[in-house]
């Protein structure tokens, strides 16, 4: 019987253990990847076209039920995900859209070296969900103020969306739009603390999956007025189908 249980991880920062000297685009030596995806095949179930061969066949020197890994040069990751955090897989079909070379490895050919993990930007980037109906107060939420202020940081990075498909309005540049998905309140705490920047985790999603995510971290814990709220909004946008949010 086959073995398909991961031992890495999406996010895991990992080295070849038979490094081939690869390039990243700015020219410079690098041997570090990051895993991005693991689907549950094997190394002899998974093809690769450009050599019409299969991961096991290209790695005769492990096992051939061996589970892969999915991996991005950090380069290239940088450079088209600088957001990801390893929170979720990316998706292959996403992989292709974009313009970065993926590749396949047996598991067992990999050495993981660290994580991927929270990323700080400008916390001015970073927006509401259109469908957050939860306000803030300063005199209700002084406490948690104060305690953001005393750590230098929120007690969790927020998780955001990061929508590649985002397009700027007066330049037309196509850029990674950073919209909330869990931590409204940790980001408003922090813009009243005066932070410049924060450590967010960082999402690249449908919009679909977002919107299932975000639903899936509040609308439990609204109560009748914000579901009321939120409601509306989610129909505004996904029209009937705003039913499987709920």
């Not at 086959?2 to 390039?23: A, C, Q, R, W, Y």
């Not at 991005?36 to 051939?64: C, G, L, M």
Request: with cysteine.
């Amino acid at each position: 019987m086959k073995n398909h249980e991961n031992d890495l991880s999406f996010g895991d920062i990992v080295t070849d253990k038979e490094p081939p000297g690869h390039k990243g685009r700015d020219g410079s030596d690098t041997d570090r990847a990051v895993v991005v995806n693991t689907p549950p095949v094997t190394a002899e179930e998974w093809d690769v076209p450009s050599r019409r061969a299969t991961v096991a066949e290209e790695n005769p020197q492990y096992r051939s039920d061996s589970p892969i890994a999915i991996v991005v040069f950090t380069p290239d990751l940088d450079s088209e995900f600088q957001y990801y955090s390893g929170v979720a897989p990316l998706k292959l079909t996403r992989l292709e859209r974009s313009d970065v070379d993926y590749y396949a490895f047996p598991q067992p050919r990999l050495r993981k070296v660290g994580s991927r993990g929270p990323i700080e930007v400008d916390i001015n980037q970073i927006h509401p969900s259109p469908y957050h109906s939860r306000t803030f107060s300063i005199s209700d939420n002084r406490q948690f103020i104060e305690d953001i202020i005393a750590r230098g940081k929120p007690p969790k990075p927020p998780v955001v969306w990061a929508n590649r498909n985002h397009t700027h309005t007066y330049t037309r540049a196509q850029s990674d739009s950073l919209t909330l998905l869990d931590g409204h309140k940790r980001v408003w705490a922090s813009h009243v603390a005066g932070f410049d920047e924060i450590q967010i985790l960082g999402m690249y999603l449908d919009d679909e999956t977002a919107t299932r995510v975000w639903a899936n971290r509040h609308l439990d814990s609204y109560n009748r007025t914000e579901t009321n709220c939120a409601r509306n909004r989610l129909k505004n946008k996904w029209g009937e189908s705003y039913r499987q949010f709920f």
